[in-house]
């Protein structure tokens, strides 16, 4: 029924509406760590702030991410969503001739990676 409504209800509406009713639940562990809703929420819009201001990012641009399965590809997953930028998934284990067809074929305008992740394109 949610798919159906117009406009669509998205994963970062179902998110923002769990952020407002349960601020302080658990929304992911990873290690040692517990990140809230609130956590999740106020870092993605510091990212979304600093991609929109320091960046110039501006919705419709879509970015290629390429991080490793770790809380900041949450919280930067939402902070795209938030700018309406599209955002295209790289797997951080791709390499050489890989990576550079997943880049050409996202036809990203930029790209965010983690300091560790050095794919090289061939």
Partial sequence: RRLSRRPAVTLLDVFQLHARRRPHQPLLRFQ???????????????AAWALSRR???????????????EPTYVW?????????CPMACLNCNVRGRALRHALEAAQATLVLASPGERGTTG
């Avoid at 960046?55 to 399965?69: E, K």
């Fill in 55 to 69: 960046l110039g990012l501006q919705s419709g641009r879509t970015v290629a991410v390429f991080l490793p399965n």
């Fill in 32 to 46: 040692d760590e517990i990140y809230t809703y609130e956590d999740m929420d106020r870092r993605s819009n510091r």
């Fill in 76 to 84: 930067t997953w939402l902070a795209l969503a938030k700018l309406g």
